[in-house]
């Protein structure tokens, strides 16, 4: 369906909402120049927080001049506070984000004057916003009803559209309220951080949400009936709602790009982003390798498990919920490939030829080989601002036995050390509860056979 939901028919009312999220609004900028790329021309356009503040600039027409609005952000051009510049442990963010709250709170807000003083300076020309053709809203939280309003151009006064785009992206407490005749306002995501509501009583044809998962307090339905609907989202963390960081910045700028070109099937892949119709030679090259590794005398008892119904389940419910899809036949090789893409920590900023991409995972492996660690240098130091759950994440890639990169790397060796001839209990014992860097380990050791003259 996603491939002709970019078919453009004449007179089809199509409609956009753009979700809230802080900091992670850089994604809408690629997502607005994939579909300019694409001839994609919405005639509704709605935001709530960030996503209202972006669509403003949609309305201005110049998806150059957004993008640099974004990249050159800072933490302090939106508030008035000091953030640093860098965070490099879990005990700096829980430190940063702990001593941010805090003086929120006793302050009721940091003042919001830095980032009005930002919309003011890329959005300084009301006037041509109105004479845009595309019908343009936003929402916001009425902080006496504590209900979500809805307000299109028309609704608001004029010479006012910079004060209630301030309003909405006000994150109380981190921000303090903005008062619009008298009327407290905050974020319009505090109750809905996607308002196609408001977008629906349009009567669209179609329309097309970005989701940033963005803070709300109520959950979104996103099974829409009434109208063909096109989410579109990342499986990527785009980072914490408050910290700006130019480098993070760039990579979701690039996510939203890519996860909109990959819809429009100009691109293939699921979490990473591939030339398209390479991936067909490479499930004839995996399935071949497989059977060759099913077929071997010198693996026999190795790969006992995988005859085994109750193995194979466990092991496709196990790739199915790393990969979080359903892994199928015809989605196996992309899976196990992208799934070891991401324990090596191969970034998903450009887009990957499937040689390319095997290419750099065996670089990684066989660095980390030679100094004999199972720790990457960007676990150590992050390339930029990452939120509470990566750090978690990385901090159990630290854990031995917990770690699948470092069972992947610790059943790699045994395999080559063993040359197939495994008879240890406890090894076969490890194979059994650990499936999943087993299965990676194989993989691994079918790239190296592959690009084997590559590494002489």
């Known amino acids: 369906m996603s491939k002709e939901f970019f078919d453009i028919k004449e007179g089809e009312k199509k409609a956009l909402v753009l979700g809230g999220g802080g900091a992670r609004g850089a994604f809408e ?9 694409l001839g994609y021309k919405p005639d509704i356009v709605v935001g709530t927080s960030v996503g209202a503040l972006n669509g403003a600039l949609m309305l201005q027409g110049n998806v150059s001049d957004a993008e640099k609005m974004w990249r050159d952000i800072e933490g302090r051009k939106v508030l008035d506070y000091d953030f640093p510049l860098s965070i490099n442990s879990f005990k700096d963010y829980q430190r940063t984000l702990g001593g941010f709250l805090i003086k929120a709170i006793r302050k009721r807000g940091f003042s919001s004057e830095p980032l009005y003083r930002l919309i003011n300076y890329y959005i ?32 608001i006064p004029k010479n006012m559209l910079n004060k209630y785009l301030l309003a909405s992206a006000s994150l109380y407490p981190a921000m ?37 998962e963005g803070p709300g307090f109520l959950r979104v339905n996103r099974h829409i009936k009434s109208i063909p609907t096109l989410w579109i989202r990342t499986e990527w963390s785009l980072g914490d709602y408050l910290f700006f960081h ?4 760039s990579l979701n700028i690039q996510l939203g790009y890519l996860e909109t070109m990959k819809l429009a099937e100009r691109f293939q892949g699921y979490w990473y982003t591939f030339e398209k119709d390479l ?5 004839c090259s995996f399935y071949l390798a497989l059977n060759e590794l099913l077929a071997s005398d010198s693996t026999e008892s190795m790969i ?8 194979q389940l466990t092991l496709i419910k196990e790739l199915s919920g790393k990969w979080n899809k359903q ?31 095997q290419l750099e995972i065996l670089e990684r492996v066989n660095r980390l080989q030679e100094e004999e660690t199972f720790n990457l240098y960007g676990d150590l130091v992050p390339e930029f601002h990452l939120s509470g759950r990566e750090w978690v994440e990385r901090f159990k890639e630290k854990i031995p036995f917990v770690s699948n990169r470092h069972m992947t790397l610790f059943i790699l060796n045994t395999l080559e050390q063993s040359k197939g001839e495994l008879t240890d209990k406890l090894f076969k014992t490890i194979i059994l509860i650990r499936p999943f860097p087993f299965v990676l380990a194989l993989y691994i050791l079918y790239l190296k056979k592959k690009f084997e003259n590559n590494f002489k």
């Open 29 to 37: 900028i690629g997502v607005w120049k994939a579909l300019d790329e």
């Open 124 to 155: 300084p020309n009301e006037k041509a916003i109105r004479k845009s053709k595309i019908d343009f809203g936003l929402s916001v939280t009425n902080g006496v009803k504590n209900k979500i309003e809805f307000f299109y151009l028309k609704d």
């Open 176 to 212: 303090e309220k903005i008062y619009i005749e008298g009327i407290p306002y905050m974020d319009g995501g505090y109750l809905n951080h996607i308002p196609y509501e408001m977008v629906l009583k349009k009567d669209p044809d179609k329309l097309i949400i970005v989701d940033m």
């Open 246 to 249: 130019k480098k993070r910045t």
């Open 279 to 283: 991936l067909r030679k490479e499930y």
């Open 304 to 311: 006992d498990p995988f005859f085994e119904e109750d193995y």
């Open 327 to 357: 892994v199928s036949k015809d989605t196996l090789p992309l899976a196990i490939m992208e799934l070891a893409g991401k324990i090596f920590r191969l970034l998903p900023e450009k887009i990957y030829t499937v040689e390319s991409f």
